[in-house]
Structure formats: structure tokens, C-alpha cells
């Protein structure tokens, strides 16, 4: 599981136009946040939320990272679809969503199910985690993050 003081694990993901992307060769500062849908109400607002944020991130030179399961022909129809300016990522194989410890046991109705846990990481200029957010509730989420970034300097 990563946490604080953490680096991000050497994993080859996808962006929404299906070229790869090493994590651990990422360049902070950036977030990096795990959704577990595409194009369902949460994971629409969020990353809605971070979209309206860009531009606040972006002069922060930290750039947004939105992590599913979702391939990433998905990734790419929901990124058009509500004209999201963060970079979406597809983790259909799940190395990263398991290593990083998103992929959690999850109960609904009393059934018992794995699932993506709404986390986000920030990741500081030197590669390692400074803030993790676990079990996210999306209203106010990437204000608080912001906020975060900007007190990294």
C-alpha cells in the first residue's frame, strides 16, 4: 500500500490514447486520484471538479491524474464527452489500483465485492507521497487538494 514518504510504483499504465505510462517515472508535483467508474454521477463530478481546477493546478505546474479500471477507448469517450482537462489513465491490468492500495473489499446490500477506494495522492517535487486521501467523498475534494498542492511551495 503507498503511503507518505512513498514513491509511486514502477507500473506501465495507459493514457486515454492508449500510449504507456511509467508511474514511477511521473514528474512531480502532480496528483494522482483513483475513480471507480467512468461516466457515473461521482466519478463524472470529480473529475468535473478537477477540470474546473486545471487552470489553478496548471499554474502550480502540477498536473491532474485521474486513475480507473475503464480501457482506454472509455477513458478517451468520457474525457470528450464532458471536455475534462485531466489526463485520464487506464489501470485495466490493476497492477497500480493493487499495489498502491486502491483495489479494497467493498459491501453493498450486504454482499461482499472488490472495488476501486475514491483515493488520491499528491506527489511532491522529490517523486514521494506527502498527502493520501482515503475513502474520498468527492463534494469540496479538489479544493482541498489544491489547497494541499498550493502549501507545497
Keep these: ?9 514502477d507500473v506501465i499504465v495507459a493514457d486515454s490514447a492508449g500510449n504507456a505510462v511509467n508511474l514511477a517515472a511521473l514528474k512531480g508535483p502532480f496528483v494522482l486520484y483513483f475513480y471507480p467508474k ?6 463524472t463530478n470529480e473529475a468535473k471538479d478537477f477540470t474546473a481546477l486545471a487552470s489553478d493546478f496548471s499554474a502550480l505546474n ?4 485521474g ?6 477507448a472509455k477513458l478517451a469517450k468520457f474525457a470528450a ?14 497492477d497500480a489500483t ?9 459491501s453493498m446490500y450486504g454482499k461482499s465485492y472488490m472495488g476501486i ?3 488520491t495522492y499528491l506527489v511532491g517535487k ?7 486521501w482515503r475513502k474520498v467523498k468527492v463534494k469540496d475534494h479538489a479544493a482541498e487538494v489544491l489547497a494541499a498542492a498550493k502549501a507545497l511551495g
Design 1 to 9: 500500500m503507498t503511503d507518505i514518504n512513498d514513491t509511486l510504483p
Design 38 to 43: 467512468a461516466d457515473t454521477p461521482g466519478c
Design 62 to 65: 502540477c498536473p491532474v491524474y
Design 67 to 72: 486513475m480507473s479500471k475503464d480501457k482506454p
Design 81 to 94: 464527452k464532458y471536455e475534462l482537462n485531466v489526463t485520464l489513465l487506464s489501470d485495466d491490468a490493476s
Design 98 to 106: 493493487e499495489q498502491m492500495g486502491a483495489w479494497i473489499e467493498k
Design 117 to 119: 477506494d475514491r483515493s
Design 126 to 132: 522529490d517523486g514521494k507521497v506527502v498527502q493520501v
